[in-house]
Structures are given as structure tokens and as C-alpha cells.
């Protein structure tokens, strides 16, 4: 729980400036009581803020506050003190990024505007007004629109993120691959986009060249790609094609049960090693967030029966959750969906018996 904000003190802000919310923009009158930086026009924004981030940034930017301040003396005392602020905020739109995305894959859209503008606030002030470094955090606010069925933000942020895109890189910061990872992800969005317009046709053209982009550099099976193949299968069940959603959502789960398998073995050697669980696992919350929402959903779609998976890919399915869980210390849930796996009436996949039995505790 947050304290309660605190009357925004006019005395306290340089002569002619005037507070504004951090959510919507208005005149503020209330500020946060610890860090002092950041405005609210009212209660209801203070809490939304303090629920969707402000709790997680909230201690990193009072110290920041006091960096900004401060008038150190002499070059190394100037240079160091730049250093460390540049730091800070660099640490700031990392977290208030990755937050953004992991609560748009648990689908807590109004939770993470709130990420999403601290984001962009944070990367203006770190690399500028304009250029590609604003790209991610316009992407994370036009997907959370989307889902708050906002669609004309949605498209607002969507063109702010492609005049970003197009913005020359003078800072060279940006590799190829990292960019065509941008164009991928912003074709995503308006493929979400057009769905929610019932634009079935531009939906999948959006979709086929996201796919497209995210493969130029990992290749057409790595779990960068899964989510175009998800969203193309999605958009051929919302029309009752379940035989050509079928290949697509497939090819998902066959993606995230050779990226678990991978990571669970690297795991299982580092225990061996009692290294304890290895920091080389690439494995982020948004990362876990986007698996266990993509993989859910498609044993939603078995269970009801929009299409029915054969056994293989129903044990490849339920397998992959099972090491999900347990690369996240979920004992309990790994063991309950390794048994759903060994359950399954297939000669596939016996390769992964050994992994599911010790999940299983057998
Ligand atoms: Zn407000
Ligand atoms: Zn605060």
C-alpha cells in the first residue's frame, strides 16, 4: 500500500512551473510523500501510478532526485556525478520497461500505461525527445490501449513509434538486429490492432512480416518468432478456421518445448555443479510472462475444444509448462502438469519421459 499523496507544495518548485500529473497530464495537486518527484491530479491516479510502477521506482528515485541537485565542484566531481545520474536513469527505463511488457502479457493493460509513460518519461530525459529509444516504450502503451479497447491511442502511439523508428541513429546505439526486432514487434501491434478492427486481411499481412523480420536474425523457430505465429494462428480462429490456425499453433509449441528443454538441461548442470541456478538463463519476467500467457491460452483452445491437439503435441504442450514452473521454483505446478504429460496416451516424444519423471518426483 502506498502512504497517502501529500498537497503539492507550489513554494517547493521552481518560480513559474506548474506540476503535472504523471498519468494524465492535468494540473497536479498531490505529489508522492516519499520521492517528492512525481505528480498526481487526484487520488485515483496516485494509486493507479503507485500499483502499475511507482512502487518498484519509487525508492531509486529519491536518490536520483538528490543527484539532480546537487552542484558538485571540480571536473571529476562533475563528471562522476553525470556518470552516476546517467546511470540511474538508464536502471529506471530498464525496469519501467521490462514491468511494462510483463503486465501486458498478464493482461494487466491499465497497469502498465502507468509503466509505459514512466518509461518514456525516463527515456526522454536520458536519450532526448525523439529517435529510436522511444520506440519500445510507444509499442508497450499502443498494445496496452489495444487491450483497453482505446484504439484510437492505440493507433497515436502506433505512428509515434514509427516516426521514432524512422529517426536517424546518430548515437549508433542501435545494431541491425535490434532494429529489425522493433519493425517486427511494431508490425505485431498493428496486426493486433487490425484484429480488434475485425481487419482480418491487413491483421495477417502485419503478422506474416513480423514473422518475416523476427526470423532475419535467430532463424524461423526462435522464441522471438513464436509470438507472430501465435497471433497468425489466433487470427484464422477467430474466423472458425481451426485447421489452419492448427499448423501455426503448433509451430508455438514446438518453439517454447525446445526453449525449456534447453534451459532446464543448462539448469539441471548448473545444480549438478551445485552452481546454484545459472545467471546465463535469458529468462526475464516478460519473457516467463509471454510463455505461460501463449501457452495457457492454446491449452484453453484444446480444452474447449476450438481444434483438438494430437497426444505429441498435447504432451510437448503440457511438458513445456511443467519446466516453465519449475524454472520458476512453481514445485507444485510443475509436478501437476508433468503427470498431465506422462498421462498422455502417445509413443511421441519419449525423450522427454526422463525430464518429466524427476519433475513428477517419480
Ligand atoms: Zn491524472
Ligand atoms: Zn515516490
Request: glycine residues 6%; neutral net charge.
Amino acid at each position: 500500500m502506498s502512504l497517502p499523496a501529500i498537497p503539492v507544495n507550489p513554494l517547493s518548485n521552481p518560480k513559474g512551473t506548474k506540476s503535472l500529473c504523471e498519468l494524465c497530464q492535468q494540473t497536479a495537486t498531490l505529489q508522492c510523500p516519499q520521492c517528492r518527484v512525481t505528480f498526481y491530479c487526484g487520488d485515483k491516479h496516485h494509486a493507479l501510478d503507485w500499483e502499475g510502477i511507482h512502487c518498484k521506482i519509487c525508492p531509486l528515485l529519491a536518490p536520483f532526485r538528490a543527484l539532480s541537485l546537487s552542484q558538485p565542484v571540480g571536473r571529476t566531481a562533475q563528471d562522476r556525478a553525470a556518470q552516476e545520474r546517467t546511470d540511474r536513469l538508464r536502471e529506471i527505463v530498464e525496469l519501467t520497461l521490462e514491468e511494462g511488457r510483463t503486465l501486458l502479457f498478464g493482461g494487466k493493460h491499465n497497469l502498465a500505461v502507468p509503466a509505459a509513460l514512466q518509461c518514456l518519461k525516463f527515456s526522454k530525459e536520458l536519450y532526448g525527445t525523439r529517435g529510436l529509444d522511444l520506440v519500445q516504450p510507444f509499442l508497450v502503451l499502443a498494445e496496452a490501449s489495444i487491450g483497453l479497447s482505446r484504439l484510437g491511442h492505440a493507433e497515436e502511439y502506433l505512428s509515434q513509434a514509427k516516426f521514432s523508428l524512422i529517426q536517424p541513429d546518430k548515437a549508433k546505439r542501435t545494431s541491425q538486429s535490434e532494429l529489425d526486432l522493433m519493425k517486427s514487434k511494431l508490425n505485431r501491434i498493428y496486426g493486433l490492432l487490425y484484429l480488434a478492427q475485425n481487419q482480418t486481411h491487413k491483421a495477417r499481412n502485419a503478422f506474416a512480416n513480423d514473422i518475416y523480420l523476427s526470423s532475419i536474425a535467430n532463424g524461423t523457430t526462435h522464441r522471438l518468432v513464436a509470438g507472430g505465429y501465435f497471433y497468425l494462428g489466433n487470427s484464422f480462429l477467430k474466423e472458425g478456421k481451426s485447421l489452419v490456425a492448427l499448423p501455426f499453433h503448433q509451430l508455438v509449441i514446438k518453439i517454447w518445448i525446445d526453449f525449456f528443454v534447453e534451459n532446464i538441461t543448462i539448469c539441471q548442470q548448473d545444480i549438478n555443479a551445485k552452481e546454484g541456478i545459472s545467471e546465463k538463463i535469458e529468462f526475464g519476467p516478460s519473457v516467463q510472462a509471454e510463455s505461460s500467457e501463449t501457452l495457457k491460452a492454446l491449452l484453453q483452445h484444446h480444452s474447449k475444444r476450438a481444434y483438438h491437439f494430437g497426444d505429441g503435441a498435447l504432451k510437448q504442450l503440457l511438458a513445456s509448462l511443467s519446466m516453465l514452473y519449475f524454472l520458476f521454483r512453481d514445485s507444485e505446478s510443475a509436478k501437476k502438469y508433468a503427470e498431465d504429460a506422462l498421462q498422455c496416451d502417445t509413443m511421441e516424444y519419449r525423450d522427454l519421459d526422463q525430464i518429466l519423471n524427476s519433475l513428477a518426483n517419480k
